[in-house]
């Protein structure tokens, strides 16, 4: 065995015996509960005890330096605990707890936040006690990004920001947001843009839960009427915004690429198929186009972890963002996509469960897993805009839309 | 693509300037306008020889340098990208696994070296019909007072033209459909009681129909267990069908770029046709699905060097994965260049008429999506 080798093997003991020790057994098999958006889920108890100890092991955010209150590992050695923790039913609630702070605001104030932003924000993101939004989209800026309109103007001690947002998730419970807005009216639409960041809890800041297709949604419009930033919370340069919110953007679709479907339950399809649809004497799924089906999702499923890992293993370990991040989230959108459509089709009719006592959990949660997945090729840059990013930035192809 | 080590670094170096020098697509235009029926120049064959590829699978006490698959893949994607044609595959990949999983010792020590330096070209045949059915495998050997006699049709051999030897899979008990009672043979391609149609197929690449006529062979052909073959077959033909994906890889990598590039350069309307967001868009999925296949291609070839125990599935969703890719690759090389791509003048056509025929070689994609549905238990 390698020096390297032996040396992440002590690390996986050690992270062994510390999950051991602090993993409430009571938690076991509770992933679904706490691992979900639903908020109505109260941090007490034997979760709350958990959400603690792993903040203050700074394992919850287990890459992050240590002085922001991260684990300070290595990627393989991040990956080694998630394997330790998954191996007896562990789960880390805290990157759904901080909402987007774990996956993309964090990642982004390591990169460009003075010391004095990293040493206030990070820390209670990492231990998981402050959510944050993100002010992005508006109602007439979409895909078009750099043509959004919400103003901040400065006011010498503070910004006031007036506007509409929209698709901010989780807006209606986070503390703190992060948003694009115009600093400068007077130049191209990509150099007046900034970055601020301010908490929530304000006269000036209203939000409106928005419903979709499924139900509930984590999704808000967020009105401000003359909110306020504090001058020392501008991240990156003035009016250099849009590069620091294109890469928070790279780091939102580099943690849109697991294929993971979104709820629904992550059970295996065939083993479902068997179930509802059934074998024939030759062992057989008794559906033929079903089966061929079926089995093309598995290997694209497939295909795709394997692409995971080959993107992995290329990058050696290194977490640095790559260009492969629109592939993966593409074809992550396609396996998630797919997989909601066929879990519908082997239920059949039960496949239609909207509430009530004729369907199981399952079968319902699978339906509104289904209708929330068409999200996913539309946040996060959508699948076209996707292919805008690859044909240009990968490909070498001229920019196709508007410029400015 | 996988992060190579030195060895599997130069080899692949050495691979492309090799081919570039001396076996472009130019090189396999010039063979087809010859009319060569076998489909290959014997030039080429010695140099990949000399080369040490054809060993590159073969343990080096025969000979060779066993390298493992995935750098033999490495190899077959460069043919693949400009066509060059040879018997590696056949013999160099098939051939030597077929001995190197089934011979003993002393077909072994008599075969693999003369694998690995050329001389012999074994390839495999199996198939009885126009499609693909291992399974359906009927050609009978009937056993006689000194081993058995081989009698029956094999169709589109591969590279059956110009090889030595043939691994022929047999029926020696039980009825086609059965997955038991098939017996590997290894027999010379000079024998009496064989003849040979070659085809002159699209693709221009060396295929031939065998006919048996009671071709009477010793015990000592039986290549592994007689009546038991049908695992030994599978195993062989997984090791095909990863081979063939990596040159399907390396066939719609190339129409890739030549697309790539012509998107680049071609003017309509005042501008280049790549800058139409249609165009754009259809070459960004080309190339998210040229990033997928090539995972399964070096997954596959990765999980027969390391014996994993998904190799079965894995072969399947390889040259699956490839072949999709391949076949729209292939159509849309065409369809991007327009008019010029329908000349013979220009190569399109000859990566649309490969496309073709490797996606028939070892199962077509529905062969495999349905096999892989199998494996899964379903």
């Given at each position: ?29 509770k992933a679904a509960v706490y691992m979900t958006y639903d908020l109505d889920v ?49 789960f880390?609630?805290?990157?759904i ?72 998730s ?42 979709l297709i499924a139900g509930a949604s984590p999704f ?36 849109q690429?697991g294929g993971a479907p979104m709820g629904g339950g992550g059970g295996?399809l065939?083993?479902l ?59 992550a959108t396609?396996v998630a996509q797919?997989r909601a459509e066929?879990t519908l089709?082997?239920m059949?009719?039960?496949g239609?469960g909207w509430e009530?006592?004729?369907f199981n959990d399952e079968e319902i949660n699978a339906v509104r897993a289904w209708l929330s997945g068409k999200a996913m090729?539309?946040y ?25 | ?378």
């Amino acid at each position: 065995m390698s020096e390297a080798n032996a040396k992440l093997e002590q690390f996986r003991g050690e992270a062994r015996a510390w999950l051991a020790a602090n993993f409430p057994r009571s938690l076991v098999g509770k992933a679904a509960v706490y691992m979900t958006y639903d908020l109505d889920v109260p941090m007490e108890g034997d979760a709350l005890a958990w959400r603690t100890a792993l903040g203050e092991k700074g394992w919850g955010t287990p890459t992050w330096p240590t002085e922001y209150g991260g684990g300070g590992l290595s990627q393989m050695e991040a990956r080694v605990l998630q394997e330790e923790m998954h191996a007896i039913g562990a789960f880390n609630p805290i990157p759904i707890l901080a909402g987007m702070g774990v996956t993309m605001v964090g990642p982004t104030v390591l990169e460009y936040g003075t010391e004095d932003q990293k040493q206030r924000h990070l820390p209670p993101i990492a231990r998981g006690e402050v959510r944050w939004c993100l002010g992005y989209s508006e109602p007439n800026a979409g895909s078009d990004l750099a043509s959004l309109a919400t103003k901040a103007v400065d006011k010498g001690d503070y910004w006031e920001i007036n506007g509409q947002k929209i698709w901010t998730s989780g807006a209606d419970i986070s503390q703190w947001c992060g948003a694009l807005v115009r600093t400068d009216v007077n130049v191209g639409k990509r150099d007046g843009i900034s970055f601020l960041m301010f908490p929530m809890d304000q006269p000036g800041v209203r939000t409106r839960p928005i419903k979709l297709i499924a139900g509930a949604s984590p999704f808000c419009e967020t009105f401000f009427d003359n909110a306020r930033a504090d001058k020392k919370d501008l991240l990156g340069k003035l009016n250099d915004g849009w590069s620091v919110g294109k890469r928070l953007l790279q780091h939102e679709r580099q943690s849109q690429t697991g294929g993971a479907p979104m709820g629904g339950g992550g059970g295996s399809l065939q083993e479902l198929a068997k179930k509802y649809v059934g074998l024939d004497s030759a062992g057989k799924l008794r559906d033929e186009d079903l089966r061929l089906r079926l089995a093309q999702h598995l290997m694209d499923a497939k295909t795709h972890s394997l692409t995971l890992a080959r993107v992995a293993a290329e990058s050696r370990g290194n977490a640095k963002v790559t260009a492969a991040a629109s592939i993966l989230k593409n074809s992550a959108t396609h396996v998630a996509q797919a997989r909601a459509e066929l879990t519908l089709e082997i239920m059949g009719g039960n496949g239609l469960g909207w509430e009530g006592e004729s369907f199981n959990d399952e079968e319902i949660n699978a339906v509104r897993a289904w209708l929330s997945g068409k999200a996913m090729s539309i946040y996060g840059g959508s699948f076209e805009i996707q292919n805008n990013i690859i044909s240009k930035n990968i490909l070498g192809l001229p920019e196709t839309t508007q410029k400015g | 693509m996988a992060a190579l080590n030195e060895e599997q670094s130069i080899l692949k170096d050495q691979a492309i300037a090799w081919i570039n020098d001396n076996g472009p697509v130019a090189a396999f235009r010039a063979m087809r306008d010859s009319g060569n029926p076998l489909g290959f120049e014997q030039a080429t064959w010695s140099a990949m020889a000399d080369m040490g590829w054809p060993g590159i699978l073969v343990p080096e006490e025969f000979g060779g340098s066993n390298l493992g698959y995935l750098t033999f893949g490495l190899i077959l994607e460069e043919l693949g990208k400009q066509l060059t044609a040879s018997p590696l595959l056949a013999s160099g990949l098939v051939g030597a696994a077929a001995l190197i999983l089934g011979g003993n010792a002393a077909q072994k020590k008599a075969c693999l070296p003369r694998i690995a330096d050329g001389s012999r070209i074994v390839t495999l045949a199996v198939d009885e019909s126009t499609r693909h059915d291992p399974a359906g495998i009927a050609l009978a050997a009937h056993k006689t007072a000194n081993g058995f006699a081989l009698s029956g049709d094999k169709c589109f051999v591969v590279e059956g033209g110009a090889a030595t030897d043939f691994v022929v899979a047999a029926r020696t008990a039980g009825n086609a459909g059965d997955a038991n009672g098939i017996t590997l043979f290894l027999v010379d391609g000079a024998a009496d009681g064989i003849s040979r149609t070659l085809l002159r197929t699209a693709d221009s690449r060396g295929y031939a129909h065998l006919k048996f006529a009671n071709l009477e062979v010793s015990h000592a052909a039986v290549l592994g267990d007689v009546d038991n073959g049908g695992a030994l077959l599978d195993a062989i033909l997984d090791r095909a069908r990863a081979g063939v994906a990596a040159e399907m890889l390396g066939t719609a990598s190339q129409a890739f770029a030549m697309t790539l590039e012509y998107l680049k350069t071609r003017k309509q309307f005042g501008q280049v046709i790549g800058a139409f967001q249609a165009l754009g868009h259809r070459a960004a999925e080309l190339y998210t699905e040229m990033e997928l296949a090539r995972s399964a291609v070096e997954g596959a070839l990765a999980a027969i060097d390391a014996d994993a125990a998904d190799v079965p599935a894995m072969c399947s969703l390889s040259k699956c994965k490839a072949g999709a890719f391949l076949f729209r690759m292939s159509n849309q090389l065409i369809q991007i260049h327009g008019g010029i791509g329908m000349t013979d003048e220009f190569d399109a056509g000859f990566y649309l008429k490969r496309a073709r025929a490797l996606e028939t070689m070892y199962g077509n994609q529905g062969f495999h999506r349905a096999r892989f549905a199998t494996l899964m238990g379903f």
